[in-house]
T-cell receptor, first 110, second 114 residues
Framework: QKEVEQDPGPLSVPEGAIVSLNCTYSNSAFQYFMWYRQYSRKGPELLMYTYSSGNKEDGRFTAQVDKSSKYISLFIRDSQPSDSATYLCAGGGSQGNLIFGKGTKLSVKP | DSGVTQTPKHLITATGQRVTLRCSPRSGDLSVYWYQQSLDQGLQFLIQYYNGEERAKGNILERFSAQQFPDLHSELNLSSLELGDSALYFC?????????????FGEGSRLTVL
């Protein structure tokens, strides 16, 4: 079992839709969780950061972590074509390195 | 622009060969991470260095090695290359030795082994 599981998609939605992206993880030592966005032919860039359980909101993006069920979610409201990218969830522990899921490819159609 | 510089951007080589990928971290960042990204495995953690010392090791093959130099740049050496080593190799840096740091990724080095 991979430490972080993520449905690779692809996921296609119409512009303006609410998008829900999810991951599960198995490593209880993870202390913080991140969502990275990766555009084609680019390096991943940090989108959301959550420490421990709870919600975090930033504009149209909301990240949720439920440590009891080892579940990580990212919600995108009012999705835009510019949100089309691959979204990577990741968990991190005391060593500092991040363990990533395989990424979900999202396409937002105008 | 993340501030992390990787060279070369593209590299094509043959099986059995050896290549070196180079990474310059963001100014002031002491930690460097190497990741391999392939279609079937996703982004796989290889190795982390902090201020010149190996800090954590992931799924790095014995044919691969890395080091971080006193000026903090890092190199990833890949030897006895196989077709399956074809992938994007990312370097990332952070300012923290361990917990909680955001990783800033470079644009990657695309390796093609023929």
């Amino acid at each position: 079992q991979k430490e972080v599981e993520q449905d690779p998609g692809p996921l296609s939605v119409p512009e303006g839709a609410i998008v829900s992206l999810n991951c599960t993880y198995s490593n209880s030592a993870f202390q913080y969780f991140m969502w990275y966005r990766q555009y084609s032919r680019k390096g991943p860039e940090l989108l959301m950061y959550t420490y421990s359980s709870g919600n975090k909101e930033d504009g149209r993006f909301t990240a949720q972590v439920d440590k009891s069920s080892k579940y990580i979610s990212l919600f995108i409201r009012d999705s835009q074509p510019s949100d089309s990218a691959t979204y990577l969830c990741a968990g991190g522990g005391s060593q500092g390195n991040l363990i990533f899921g395989k990424g979900t490819k999202l396409s937002v159609k105008p | 622009d993340s501030g992390v510089t990787q060279t070369p951007k593209h590299l094509i080589t043959a099986t059995g060969q050896r290549v070196t990928l180079r990474c310059s971290p963001r100014s002031g960042d002491l930690s460097v991470y190497w990741y391999q990204q392939s279609l079937d495995q996703g982004l796989q953690f290889l190795i982390q260095y902090y201020n010149g010392e190996e800090r954590a090791k992931g799924n790095i093959l014995e044919r691969f090695s890395a080091q971080q130099f006193p000026d903090l740049h890092s190199e990833l050496n890949l030897s006895s290359l196989e077709l399956g080593d074809s992938a994007l190799y990312f370097c990332a840096s952070s300012g923290l030795a361990g917990v909680g740091g955001e990783l800033f990724f470079g644009e990657g080095s695309r390796l093609t082994v023929l």
